[in-house]
């Protein structure tokens, strides 16, 4: 299986700064990779799909690159509504897999 | 709109079944592959199942291989997850999510869940 590694595990940020998650992948995954955020209590949703592509209605500050193993999550301007965990996700090979989280929370 | 809405979770005893089904409303629901997620308590995500659009295709993971099936009804707009042989570490909120396209790729729409607890 191909496993995901996220970091941080957790940040806290103040409104307006820049945030960044990482996420690797044990093997080479192409660009099939995900974001997801999943709000407290809530169920998850997609934001960025094939590494770099955002789902439309999702706000741009959101954005994400990456190819082959490394990838990264940004937040140019991170608002109080960001605060939530998000998960990258592969889908190059089954069992589809996911990182451990980010939890992203304001100051 | 998209609507997915899980029903069948609830308190079971280790040992015995359940089947889980979600409804899908506002898309052409035999055109999409569909997946089956889930997220034990304060724990993250973990992928379970897919069935390909036309339910030909189907996999499992290996933690649920031989005790849990996926599968789907496509006149009735609804997806199912047969689980057998349940144990306290199946305990989670169990989602559906819709695939992209037809076989598997990513889960652009999801359902708000329904809990599982195995317990005696």
């Known amino acids: 299986d191909i496993q995901m590694t996220q970091s941080p595990a957790s940040l806290s940020a103040s409104v307006g700064d820049r945030v960044t998650i990482t996420c690797q992948a044990s093997?080479?995954?192409?660009?099939?990779l995900n974001w997801y955020q999943q709000k407290p209590g809530k169920a998850p949703e997609l934001l960025i799909y094939d590494a770099s592509n955002l789902k439309t209605g999702v706000p741009s500050r959101f954005s994400g690159s990456g190819s082959g193993t490394d990838f990264t999550f940004t937040i140019t301007s991170v608002q109080p509504e960001d605060v939530a965990t998000y998960y990258c996700q592969q889908y190059n090979t089954l069992p589809f897999t996911f990182g451990p989280g980010a939890k992203v929370t304001i100051k | 709109q998209v609507q997915l809405v899980e029903s069948g979770g609830g308190v079971v005893q280790p040992g015995t079944s359940l089947r889980l089904s979600c409804a899908a409303s506002g898309f052409t629901f035999s055109s999409y592959g569909m997946h089956w997620v889930r997220q034990a308590p304060g724990k993250g995500l973990e992928w379970v199942a897919v069935i390909s659009y036309d339910g030909r295709n189907k996999y499992t993971a290996q933690s649920v291989k031989g005790r849990f099936t996926i599968s789907r009804d496509n006149s009735k707009n609804t997806l199912y997850l047969q689980m057998n042989s349940l144990r306290a570490e199946d305990t989670a909120v169990y989602y559906c999510?819709?695939?992209?396209?037809?076989?598997?790729?990513?889960?652009?729409?999801w359902g708000q869940g329904t809990l599982v607890t195995v317990s005696s």
């Open positions: 093997q080479a995954i192409s660009n099939y």
């Open positions: 999510a819709k695939d992209y396209i037809s076989t598997y790729s990513y889960f652009d729409y």
